[in-house]
């Protein structure tokens, strides 16, 4: 059970979907070694500038975020802040490399690129007063991301550039964290240009995969257990990963590997390389506490977008003023919002899209991916994600700047 957990929830987030090898049947400039690299090490790689900033929370965390300094200095745009999604980091915004790479694609028309990492990710693992292997320190979930890391994110890149307002791009569980940010600080609007929000993962209830369902009953004994033998971190990033997932799903086939990618996320498993497969293990998991697991299983089982339910009246009235657990307020996102969706995405259905685009004031527009078999992780690392997603993103940015 504990392997078929681990490689699920994986895949379920972070998995390759294309061929990435400097060959004929791929488009993407990548090499394997990749894998062992870090982010700031691959933008360096591939012939970017790279900077790292550490980003201190209200409450302590120190945070780690990566910029891409634009290369046409001369052009005068909103910087871009993006937002990775659940179990990864700044890497889902580079790993396919440049030409392809969400990121790299801006960079090159003029953006100041700005990639944060959620607090418990591999690169964001400080705080002023506890250890990472303390239990407070993972004492979590992602309404923290969202209340604290995204407006510390945001206030940081204004600062540092000395703009008014920025564009914000997130994925999945990057447009979750932006969501709670304007609801519970709805003075960020002012301060965003538009969001653009790929796979907005607020509403889970839909989940198509039969994998995520079970782990969503089974979730509390899974808690438990972990909890009862002291552990707080939930797939952690660890040295080794890309030698063992190699091992776990060998090569040529990978067959368990695909199965579950189709399975979880959905998508066409001929879009699947081996290549880049092997390049993202060496990344992903990135690691994510215990109890933001839980919240997630939460929102999978009960379909509402609401804080931490902490099981217990009295623990809710303790933490909240009320046993009723509070309810995030998307009509405080006033921000413009672009919506992107894919009819099989099979972790973020698309009904569930549909929904909270009823309920957001603001919303700009709303893109189906016209790749019908298109997936969850294809929002990442798709072989078509250019072609089909990627250009419309960059275009709607611009137009954006010039309203």
Known sequence: MSVLLLGALLLWCCSATVEAGRNRSTPFLVDEEDALLTVPQLIRKYGYEVEEHQVRTEDGYLLTMYRIPARHRGIRRYPVFMMHSLFSTSADWVLIGRKHGLAYLLADRGYDIWMGNVRGNRYSRKHERHSITSKKFWDFSFHEMGAYDVPAFIDYVL?????????????????????????????????????????????????????????????????????????????????????????????????????????????????????????????????????????????????????????????????????????????????????YYAYEDRVVNYLNVLQVQRELPNLVSSYAVPDKRFGHADFGYGKNVKEVLYDEVVMNVEQADEL
């Open 159 to 339: 600062e540092q550039t000395g703009s008014r307002r920025l564009h914000y791009v997130g994925y999945s569980q990057g447009t979750l964290v932006i969501f709670i940010a304007l609801s519970e600080r709805p003075e960020l609007n002012e301060k965003i240009v538009q969001v653009q929000a790929l796979s907005p993962a607020v509403y889970l209830q839909r989940a198509a995969s039969l994998t995520i369902n079970l782990l969503v009953a089974t979730n509390e004994q899974i808690a438990a257990q972990l909890t009862a033998n002291r552990i707080y971190e939930f797939l952690p990033h660890f040295e080794k990963q890309y030698y063992f997932f190699r091992s776990v799903c060998p090569s040529p086939t990978q067959t368990l590997c695909r199965l579950v990618i189709a399975e979880v996320a959905g998508g066409n498993t001929k879009n699947m390389g081996v290549k880049l497969l092997r390049i993202f293990t060496g990344h992903f998991p990135a690691g994510a506490s215990v109890k933001q697991v839980q919240h997630y299983a939460q929102s999978f089982r009960d379909g509402t977008f609401q804080q931490y339910d902490y099981g217990d009246p009295e623990k809710n009235l303790l933490r909240y003023g009320s046993v009723q657990v509070p309810k995030y307020n998307l009509s405080r996102a006033t921000v413009p919002v672009r919506s």
